[in-house]
């Protein structure tokens, strides 16, 4: 028996939540990629200064955490985190979302190593030497890192709310001759 139907065999009342899904789908998927890069190099960057864990190890993890994190991200969004600056200038919702997803990181991070670390015997402290040499300073500076890294995801998400997908997509996929206004195209042509 074929389970699959194809889109005019969908009720009509489940339509709305199909496409729901599969928005929402749609930018856990982005969220991911651009979580997973993040953590891949992370993962790559400490397995060439601690060889003992490999690799492929780290990229599990890397993989693992983008989709947790990614997940929290998309609830995060649904829940309207950083609203409360709408009016505000574009720098605000940015630098707030970009710190407020920075602390859950670094959060997540020492959960992560302080579990693993218990799993192979060691000690909390031991555990969490592993991120950024397991002093303040060096946990704190990772979270800078983490920081200064998703700026650019969510100012490109914030603008992306202004200006709105299509159009964003134009300017970033389009030639610029072809959105550009009369005046302009003079002007590039030059």
């Known amino acids: ?12 009342r489940l339509i709305p939540l199909v496409d729901i899904a599969v928005r929402e ?9 651009y979580l997973w890069v993040l953590f891949g190099l992370f993962a790559l960057h400490k397995s060439i200064l601690l060889p003992e864990e490999g690799i492929l ?7 693992v955490n983008a989709f947790v ?11 309207h985190v950083g609203e409360n600056f709408k009016t505000r200038p574009l720098i605000y919702p940015v630098l707030f979302r970009s710190a ?3 602390i859950i990181l ?8 302080v579990v693993v670390g218990t ?14 040499g397991g002093t303040l300073e060096g946990i704190l500076s990772v979270g800078v890192i983490i920081f200064v890294v998703l700026i650019p995801f969510f100012a490109f998400r914030e603008m992306t709310k202004v200006v709105g997908n299509r159009e964003m997509r134009d ?19 030059e």
């Open 106 to 113: 670094v959060c997540f991070d020492l959960i992560e190593e």
């Open 100 to 102: 407020l997803f920075a």
């Open 119 to 132: 799993l192979r015997g060691k000690t909390i402290s031991e555990s969490i030497d592993a991120i950024g």
């Open 171 to 189: 300017l970033l996929f389009v030639r610029r001759t072809k959105l550009a206004p009369v005046a302009m195209r003079s002007a590039l042509s």
């Open 69 to 79: 994190l990614a997940k929290v991200m998309l609830v995060a969004d649904n829940l």
């Open 1 to 12: 028996m074929n389970s699959t139907r194809s889109p005019s065999q969908i009720p009509p």
């Open 25 to 33: 789908a749609r930018k856990l998927v982005v969220i991911f990629l």
């Open 57 to 63: 190890y780290g990229q599990g993890f890397a993989i």
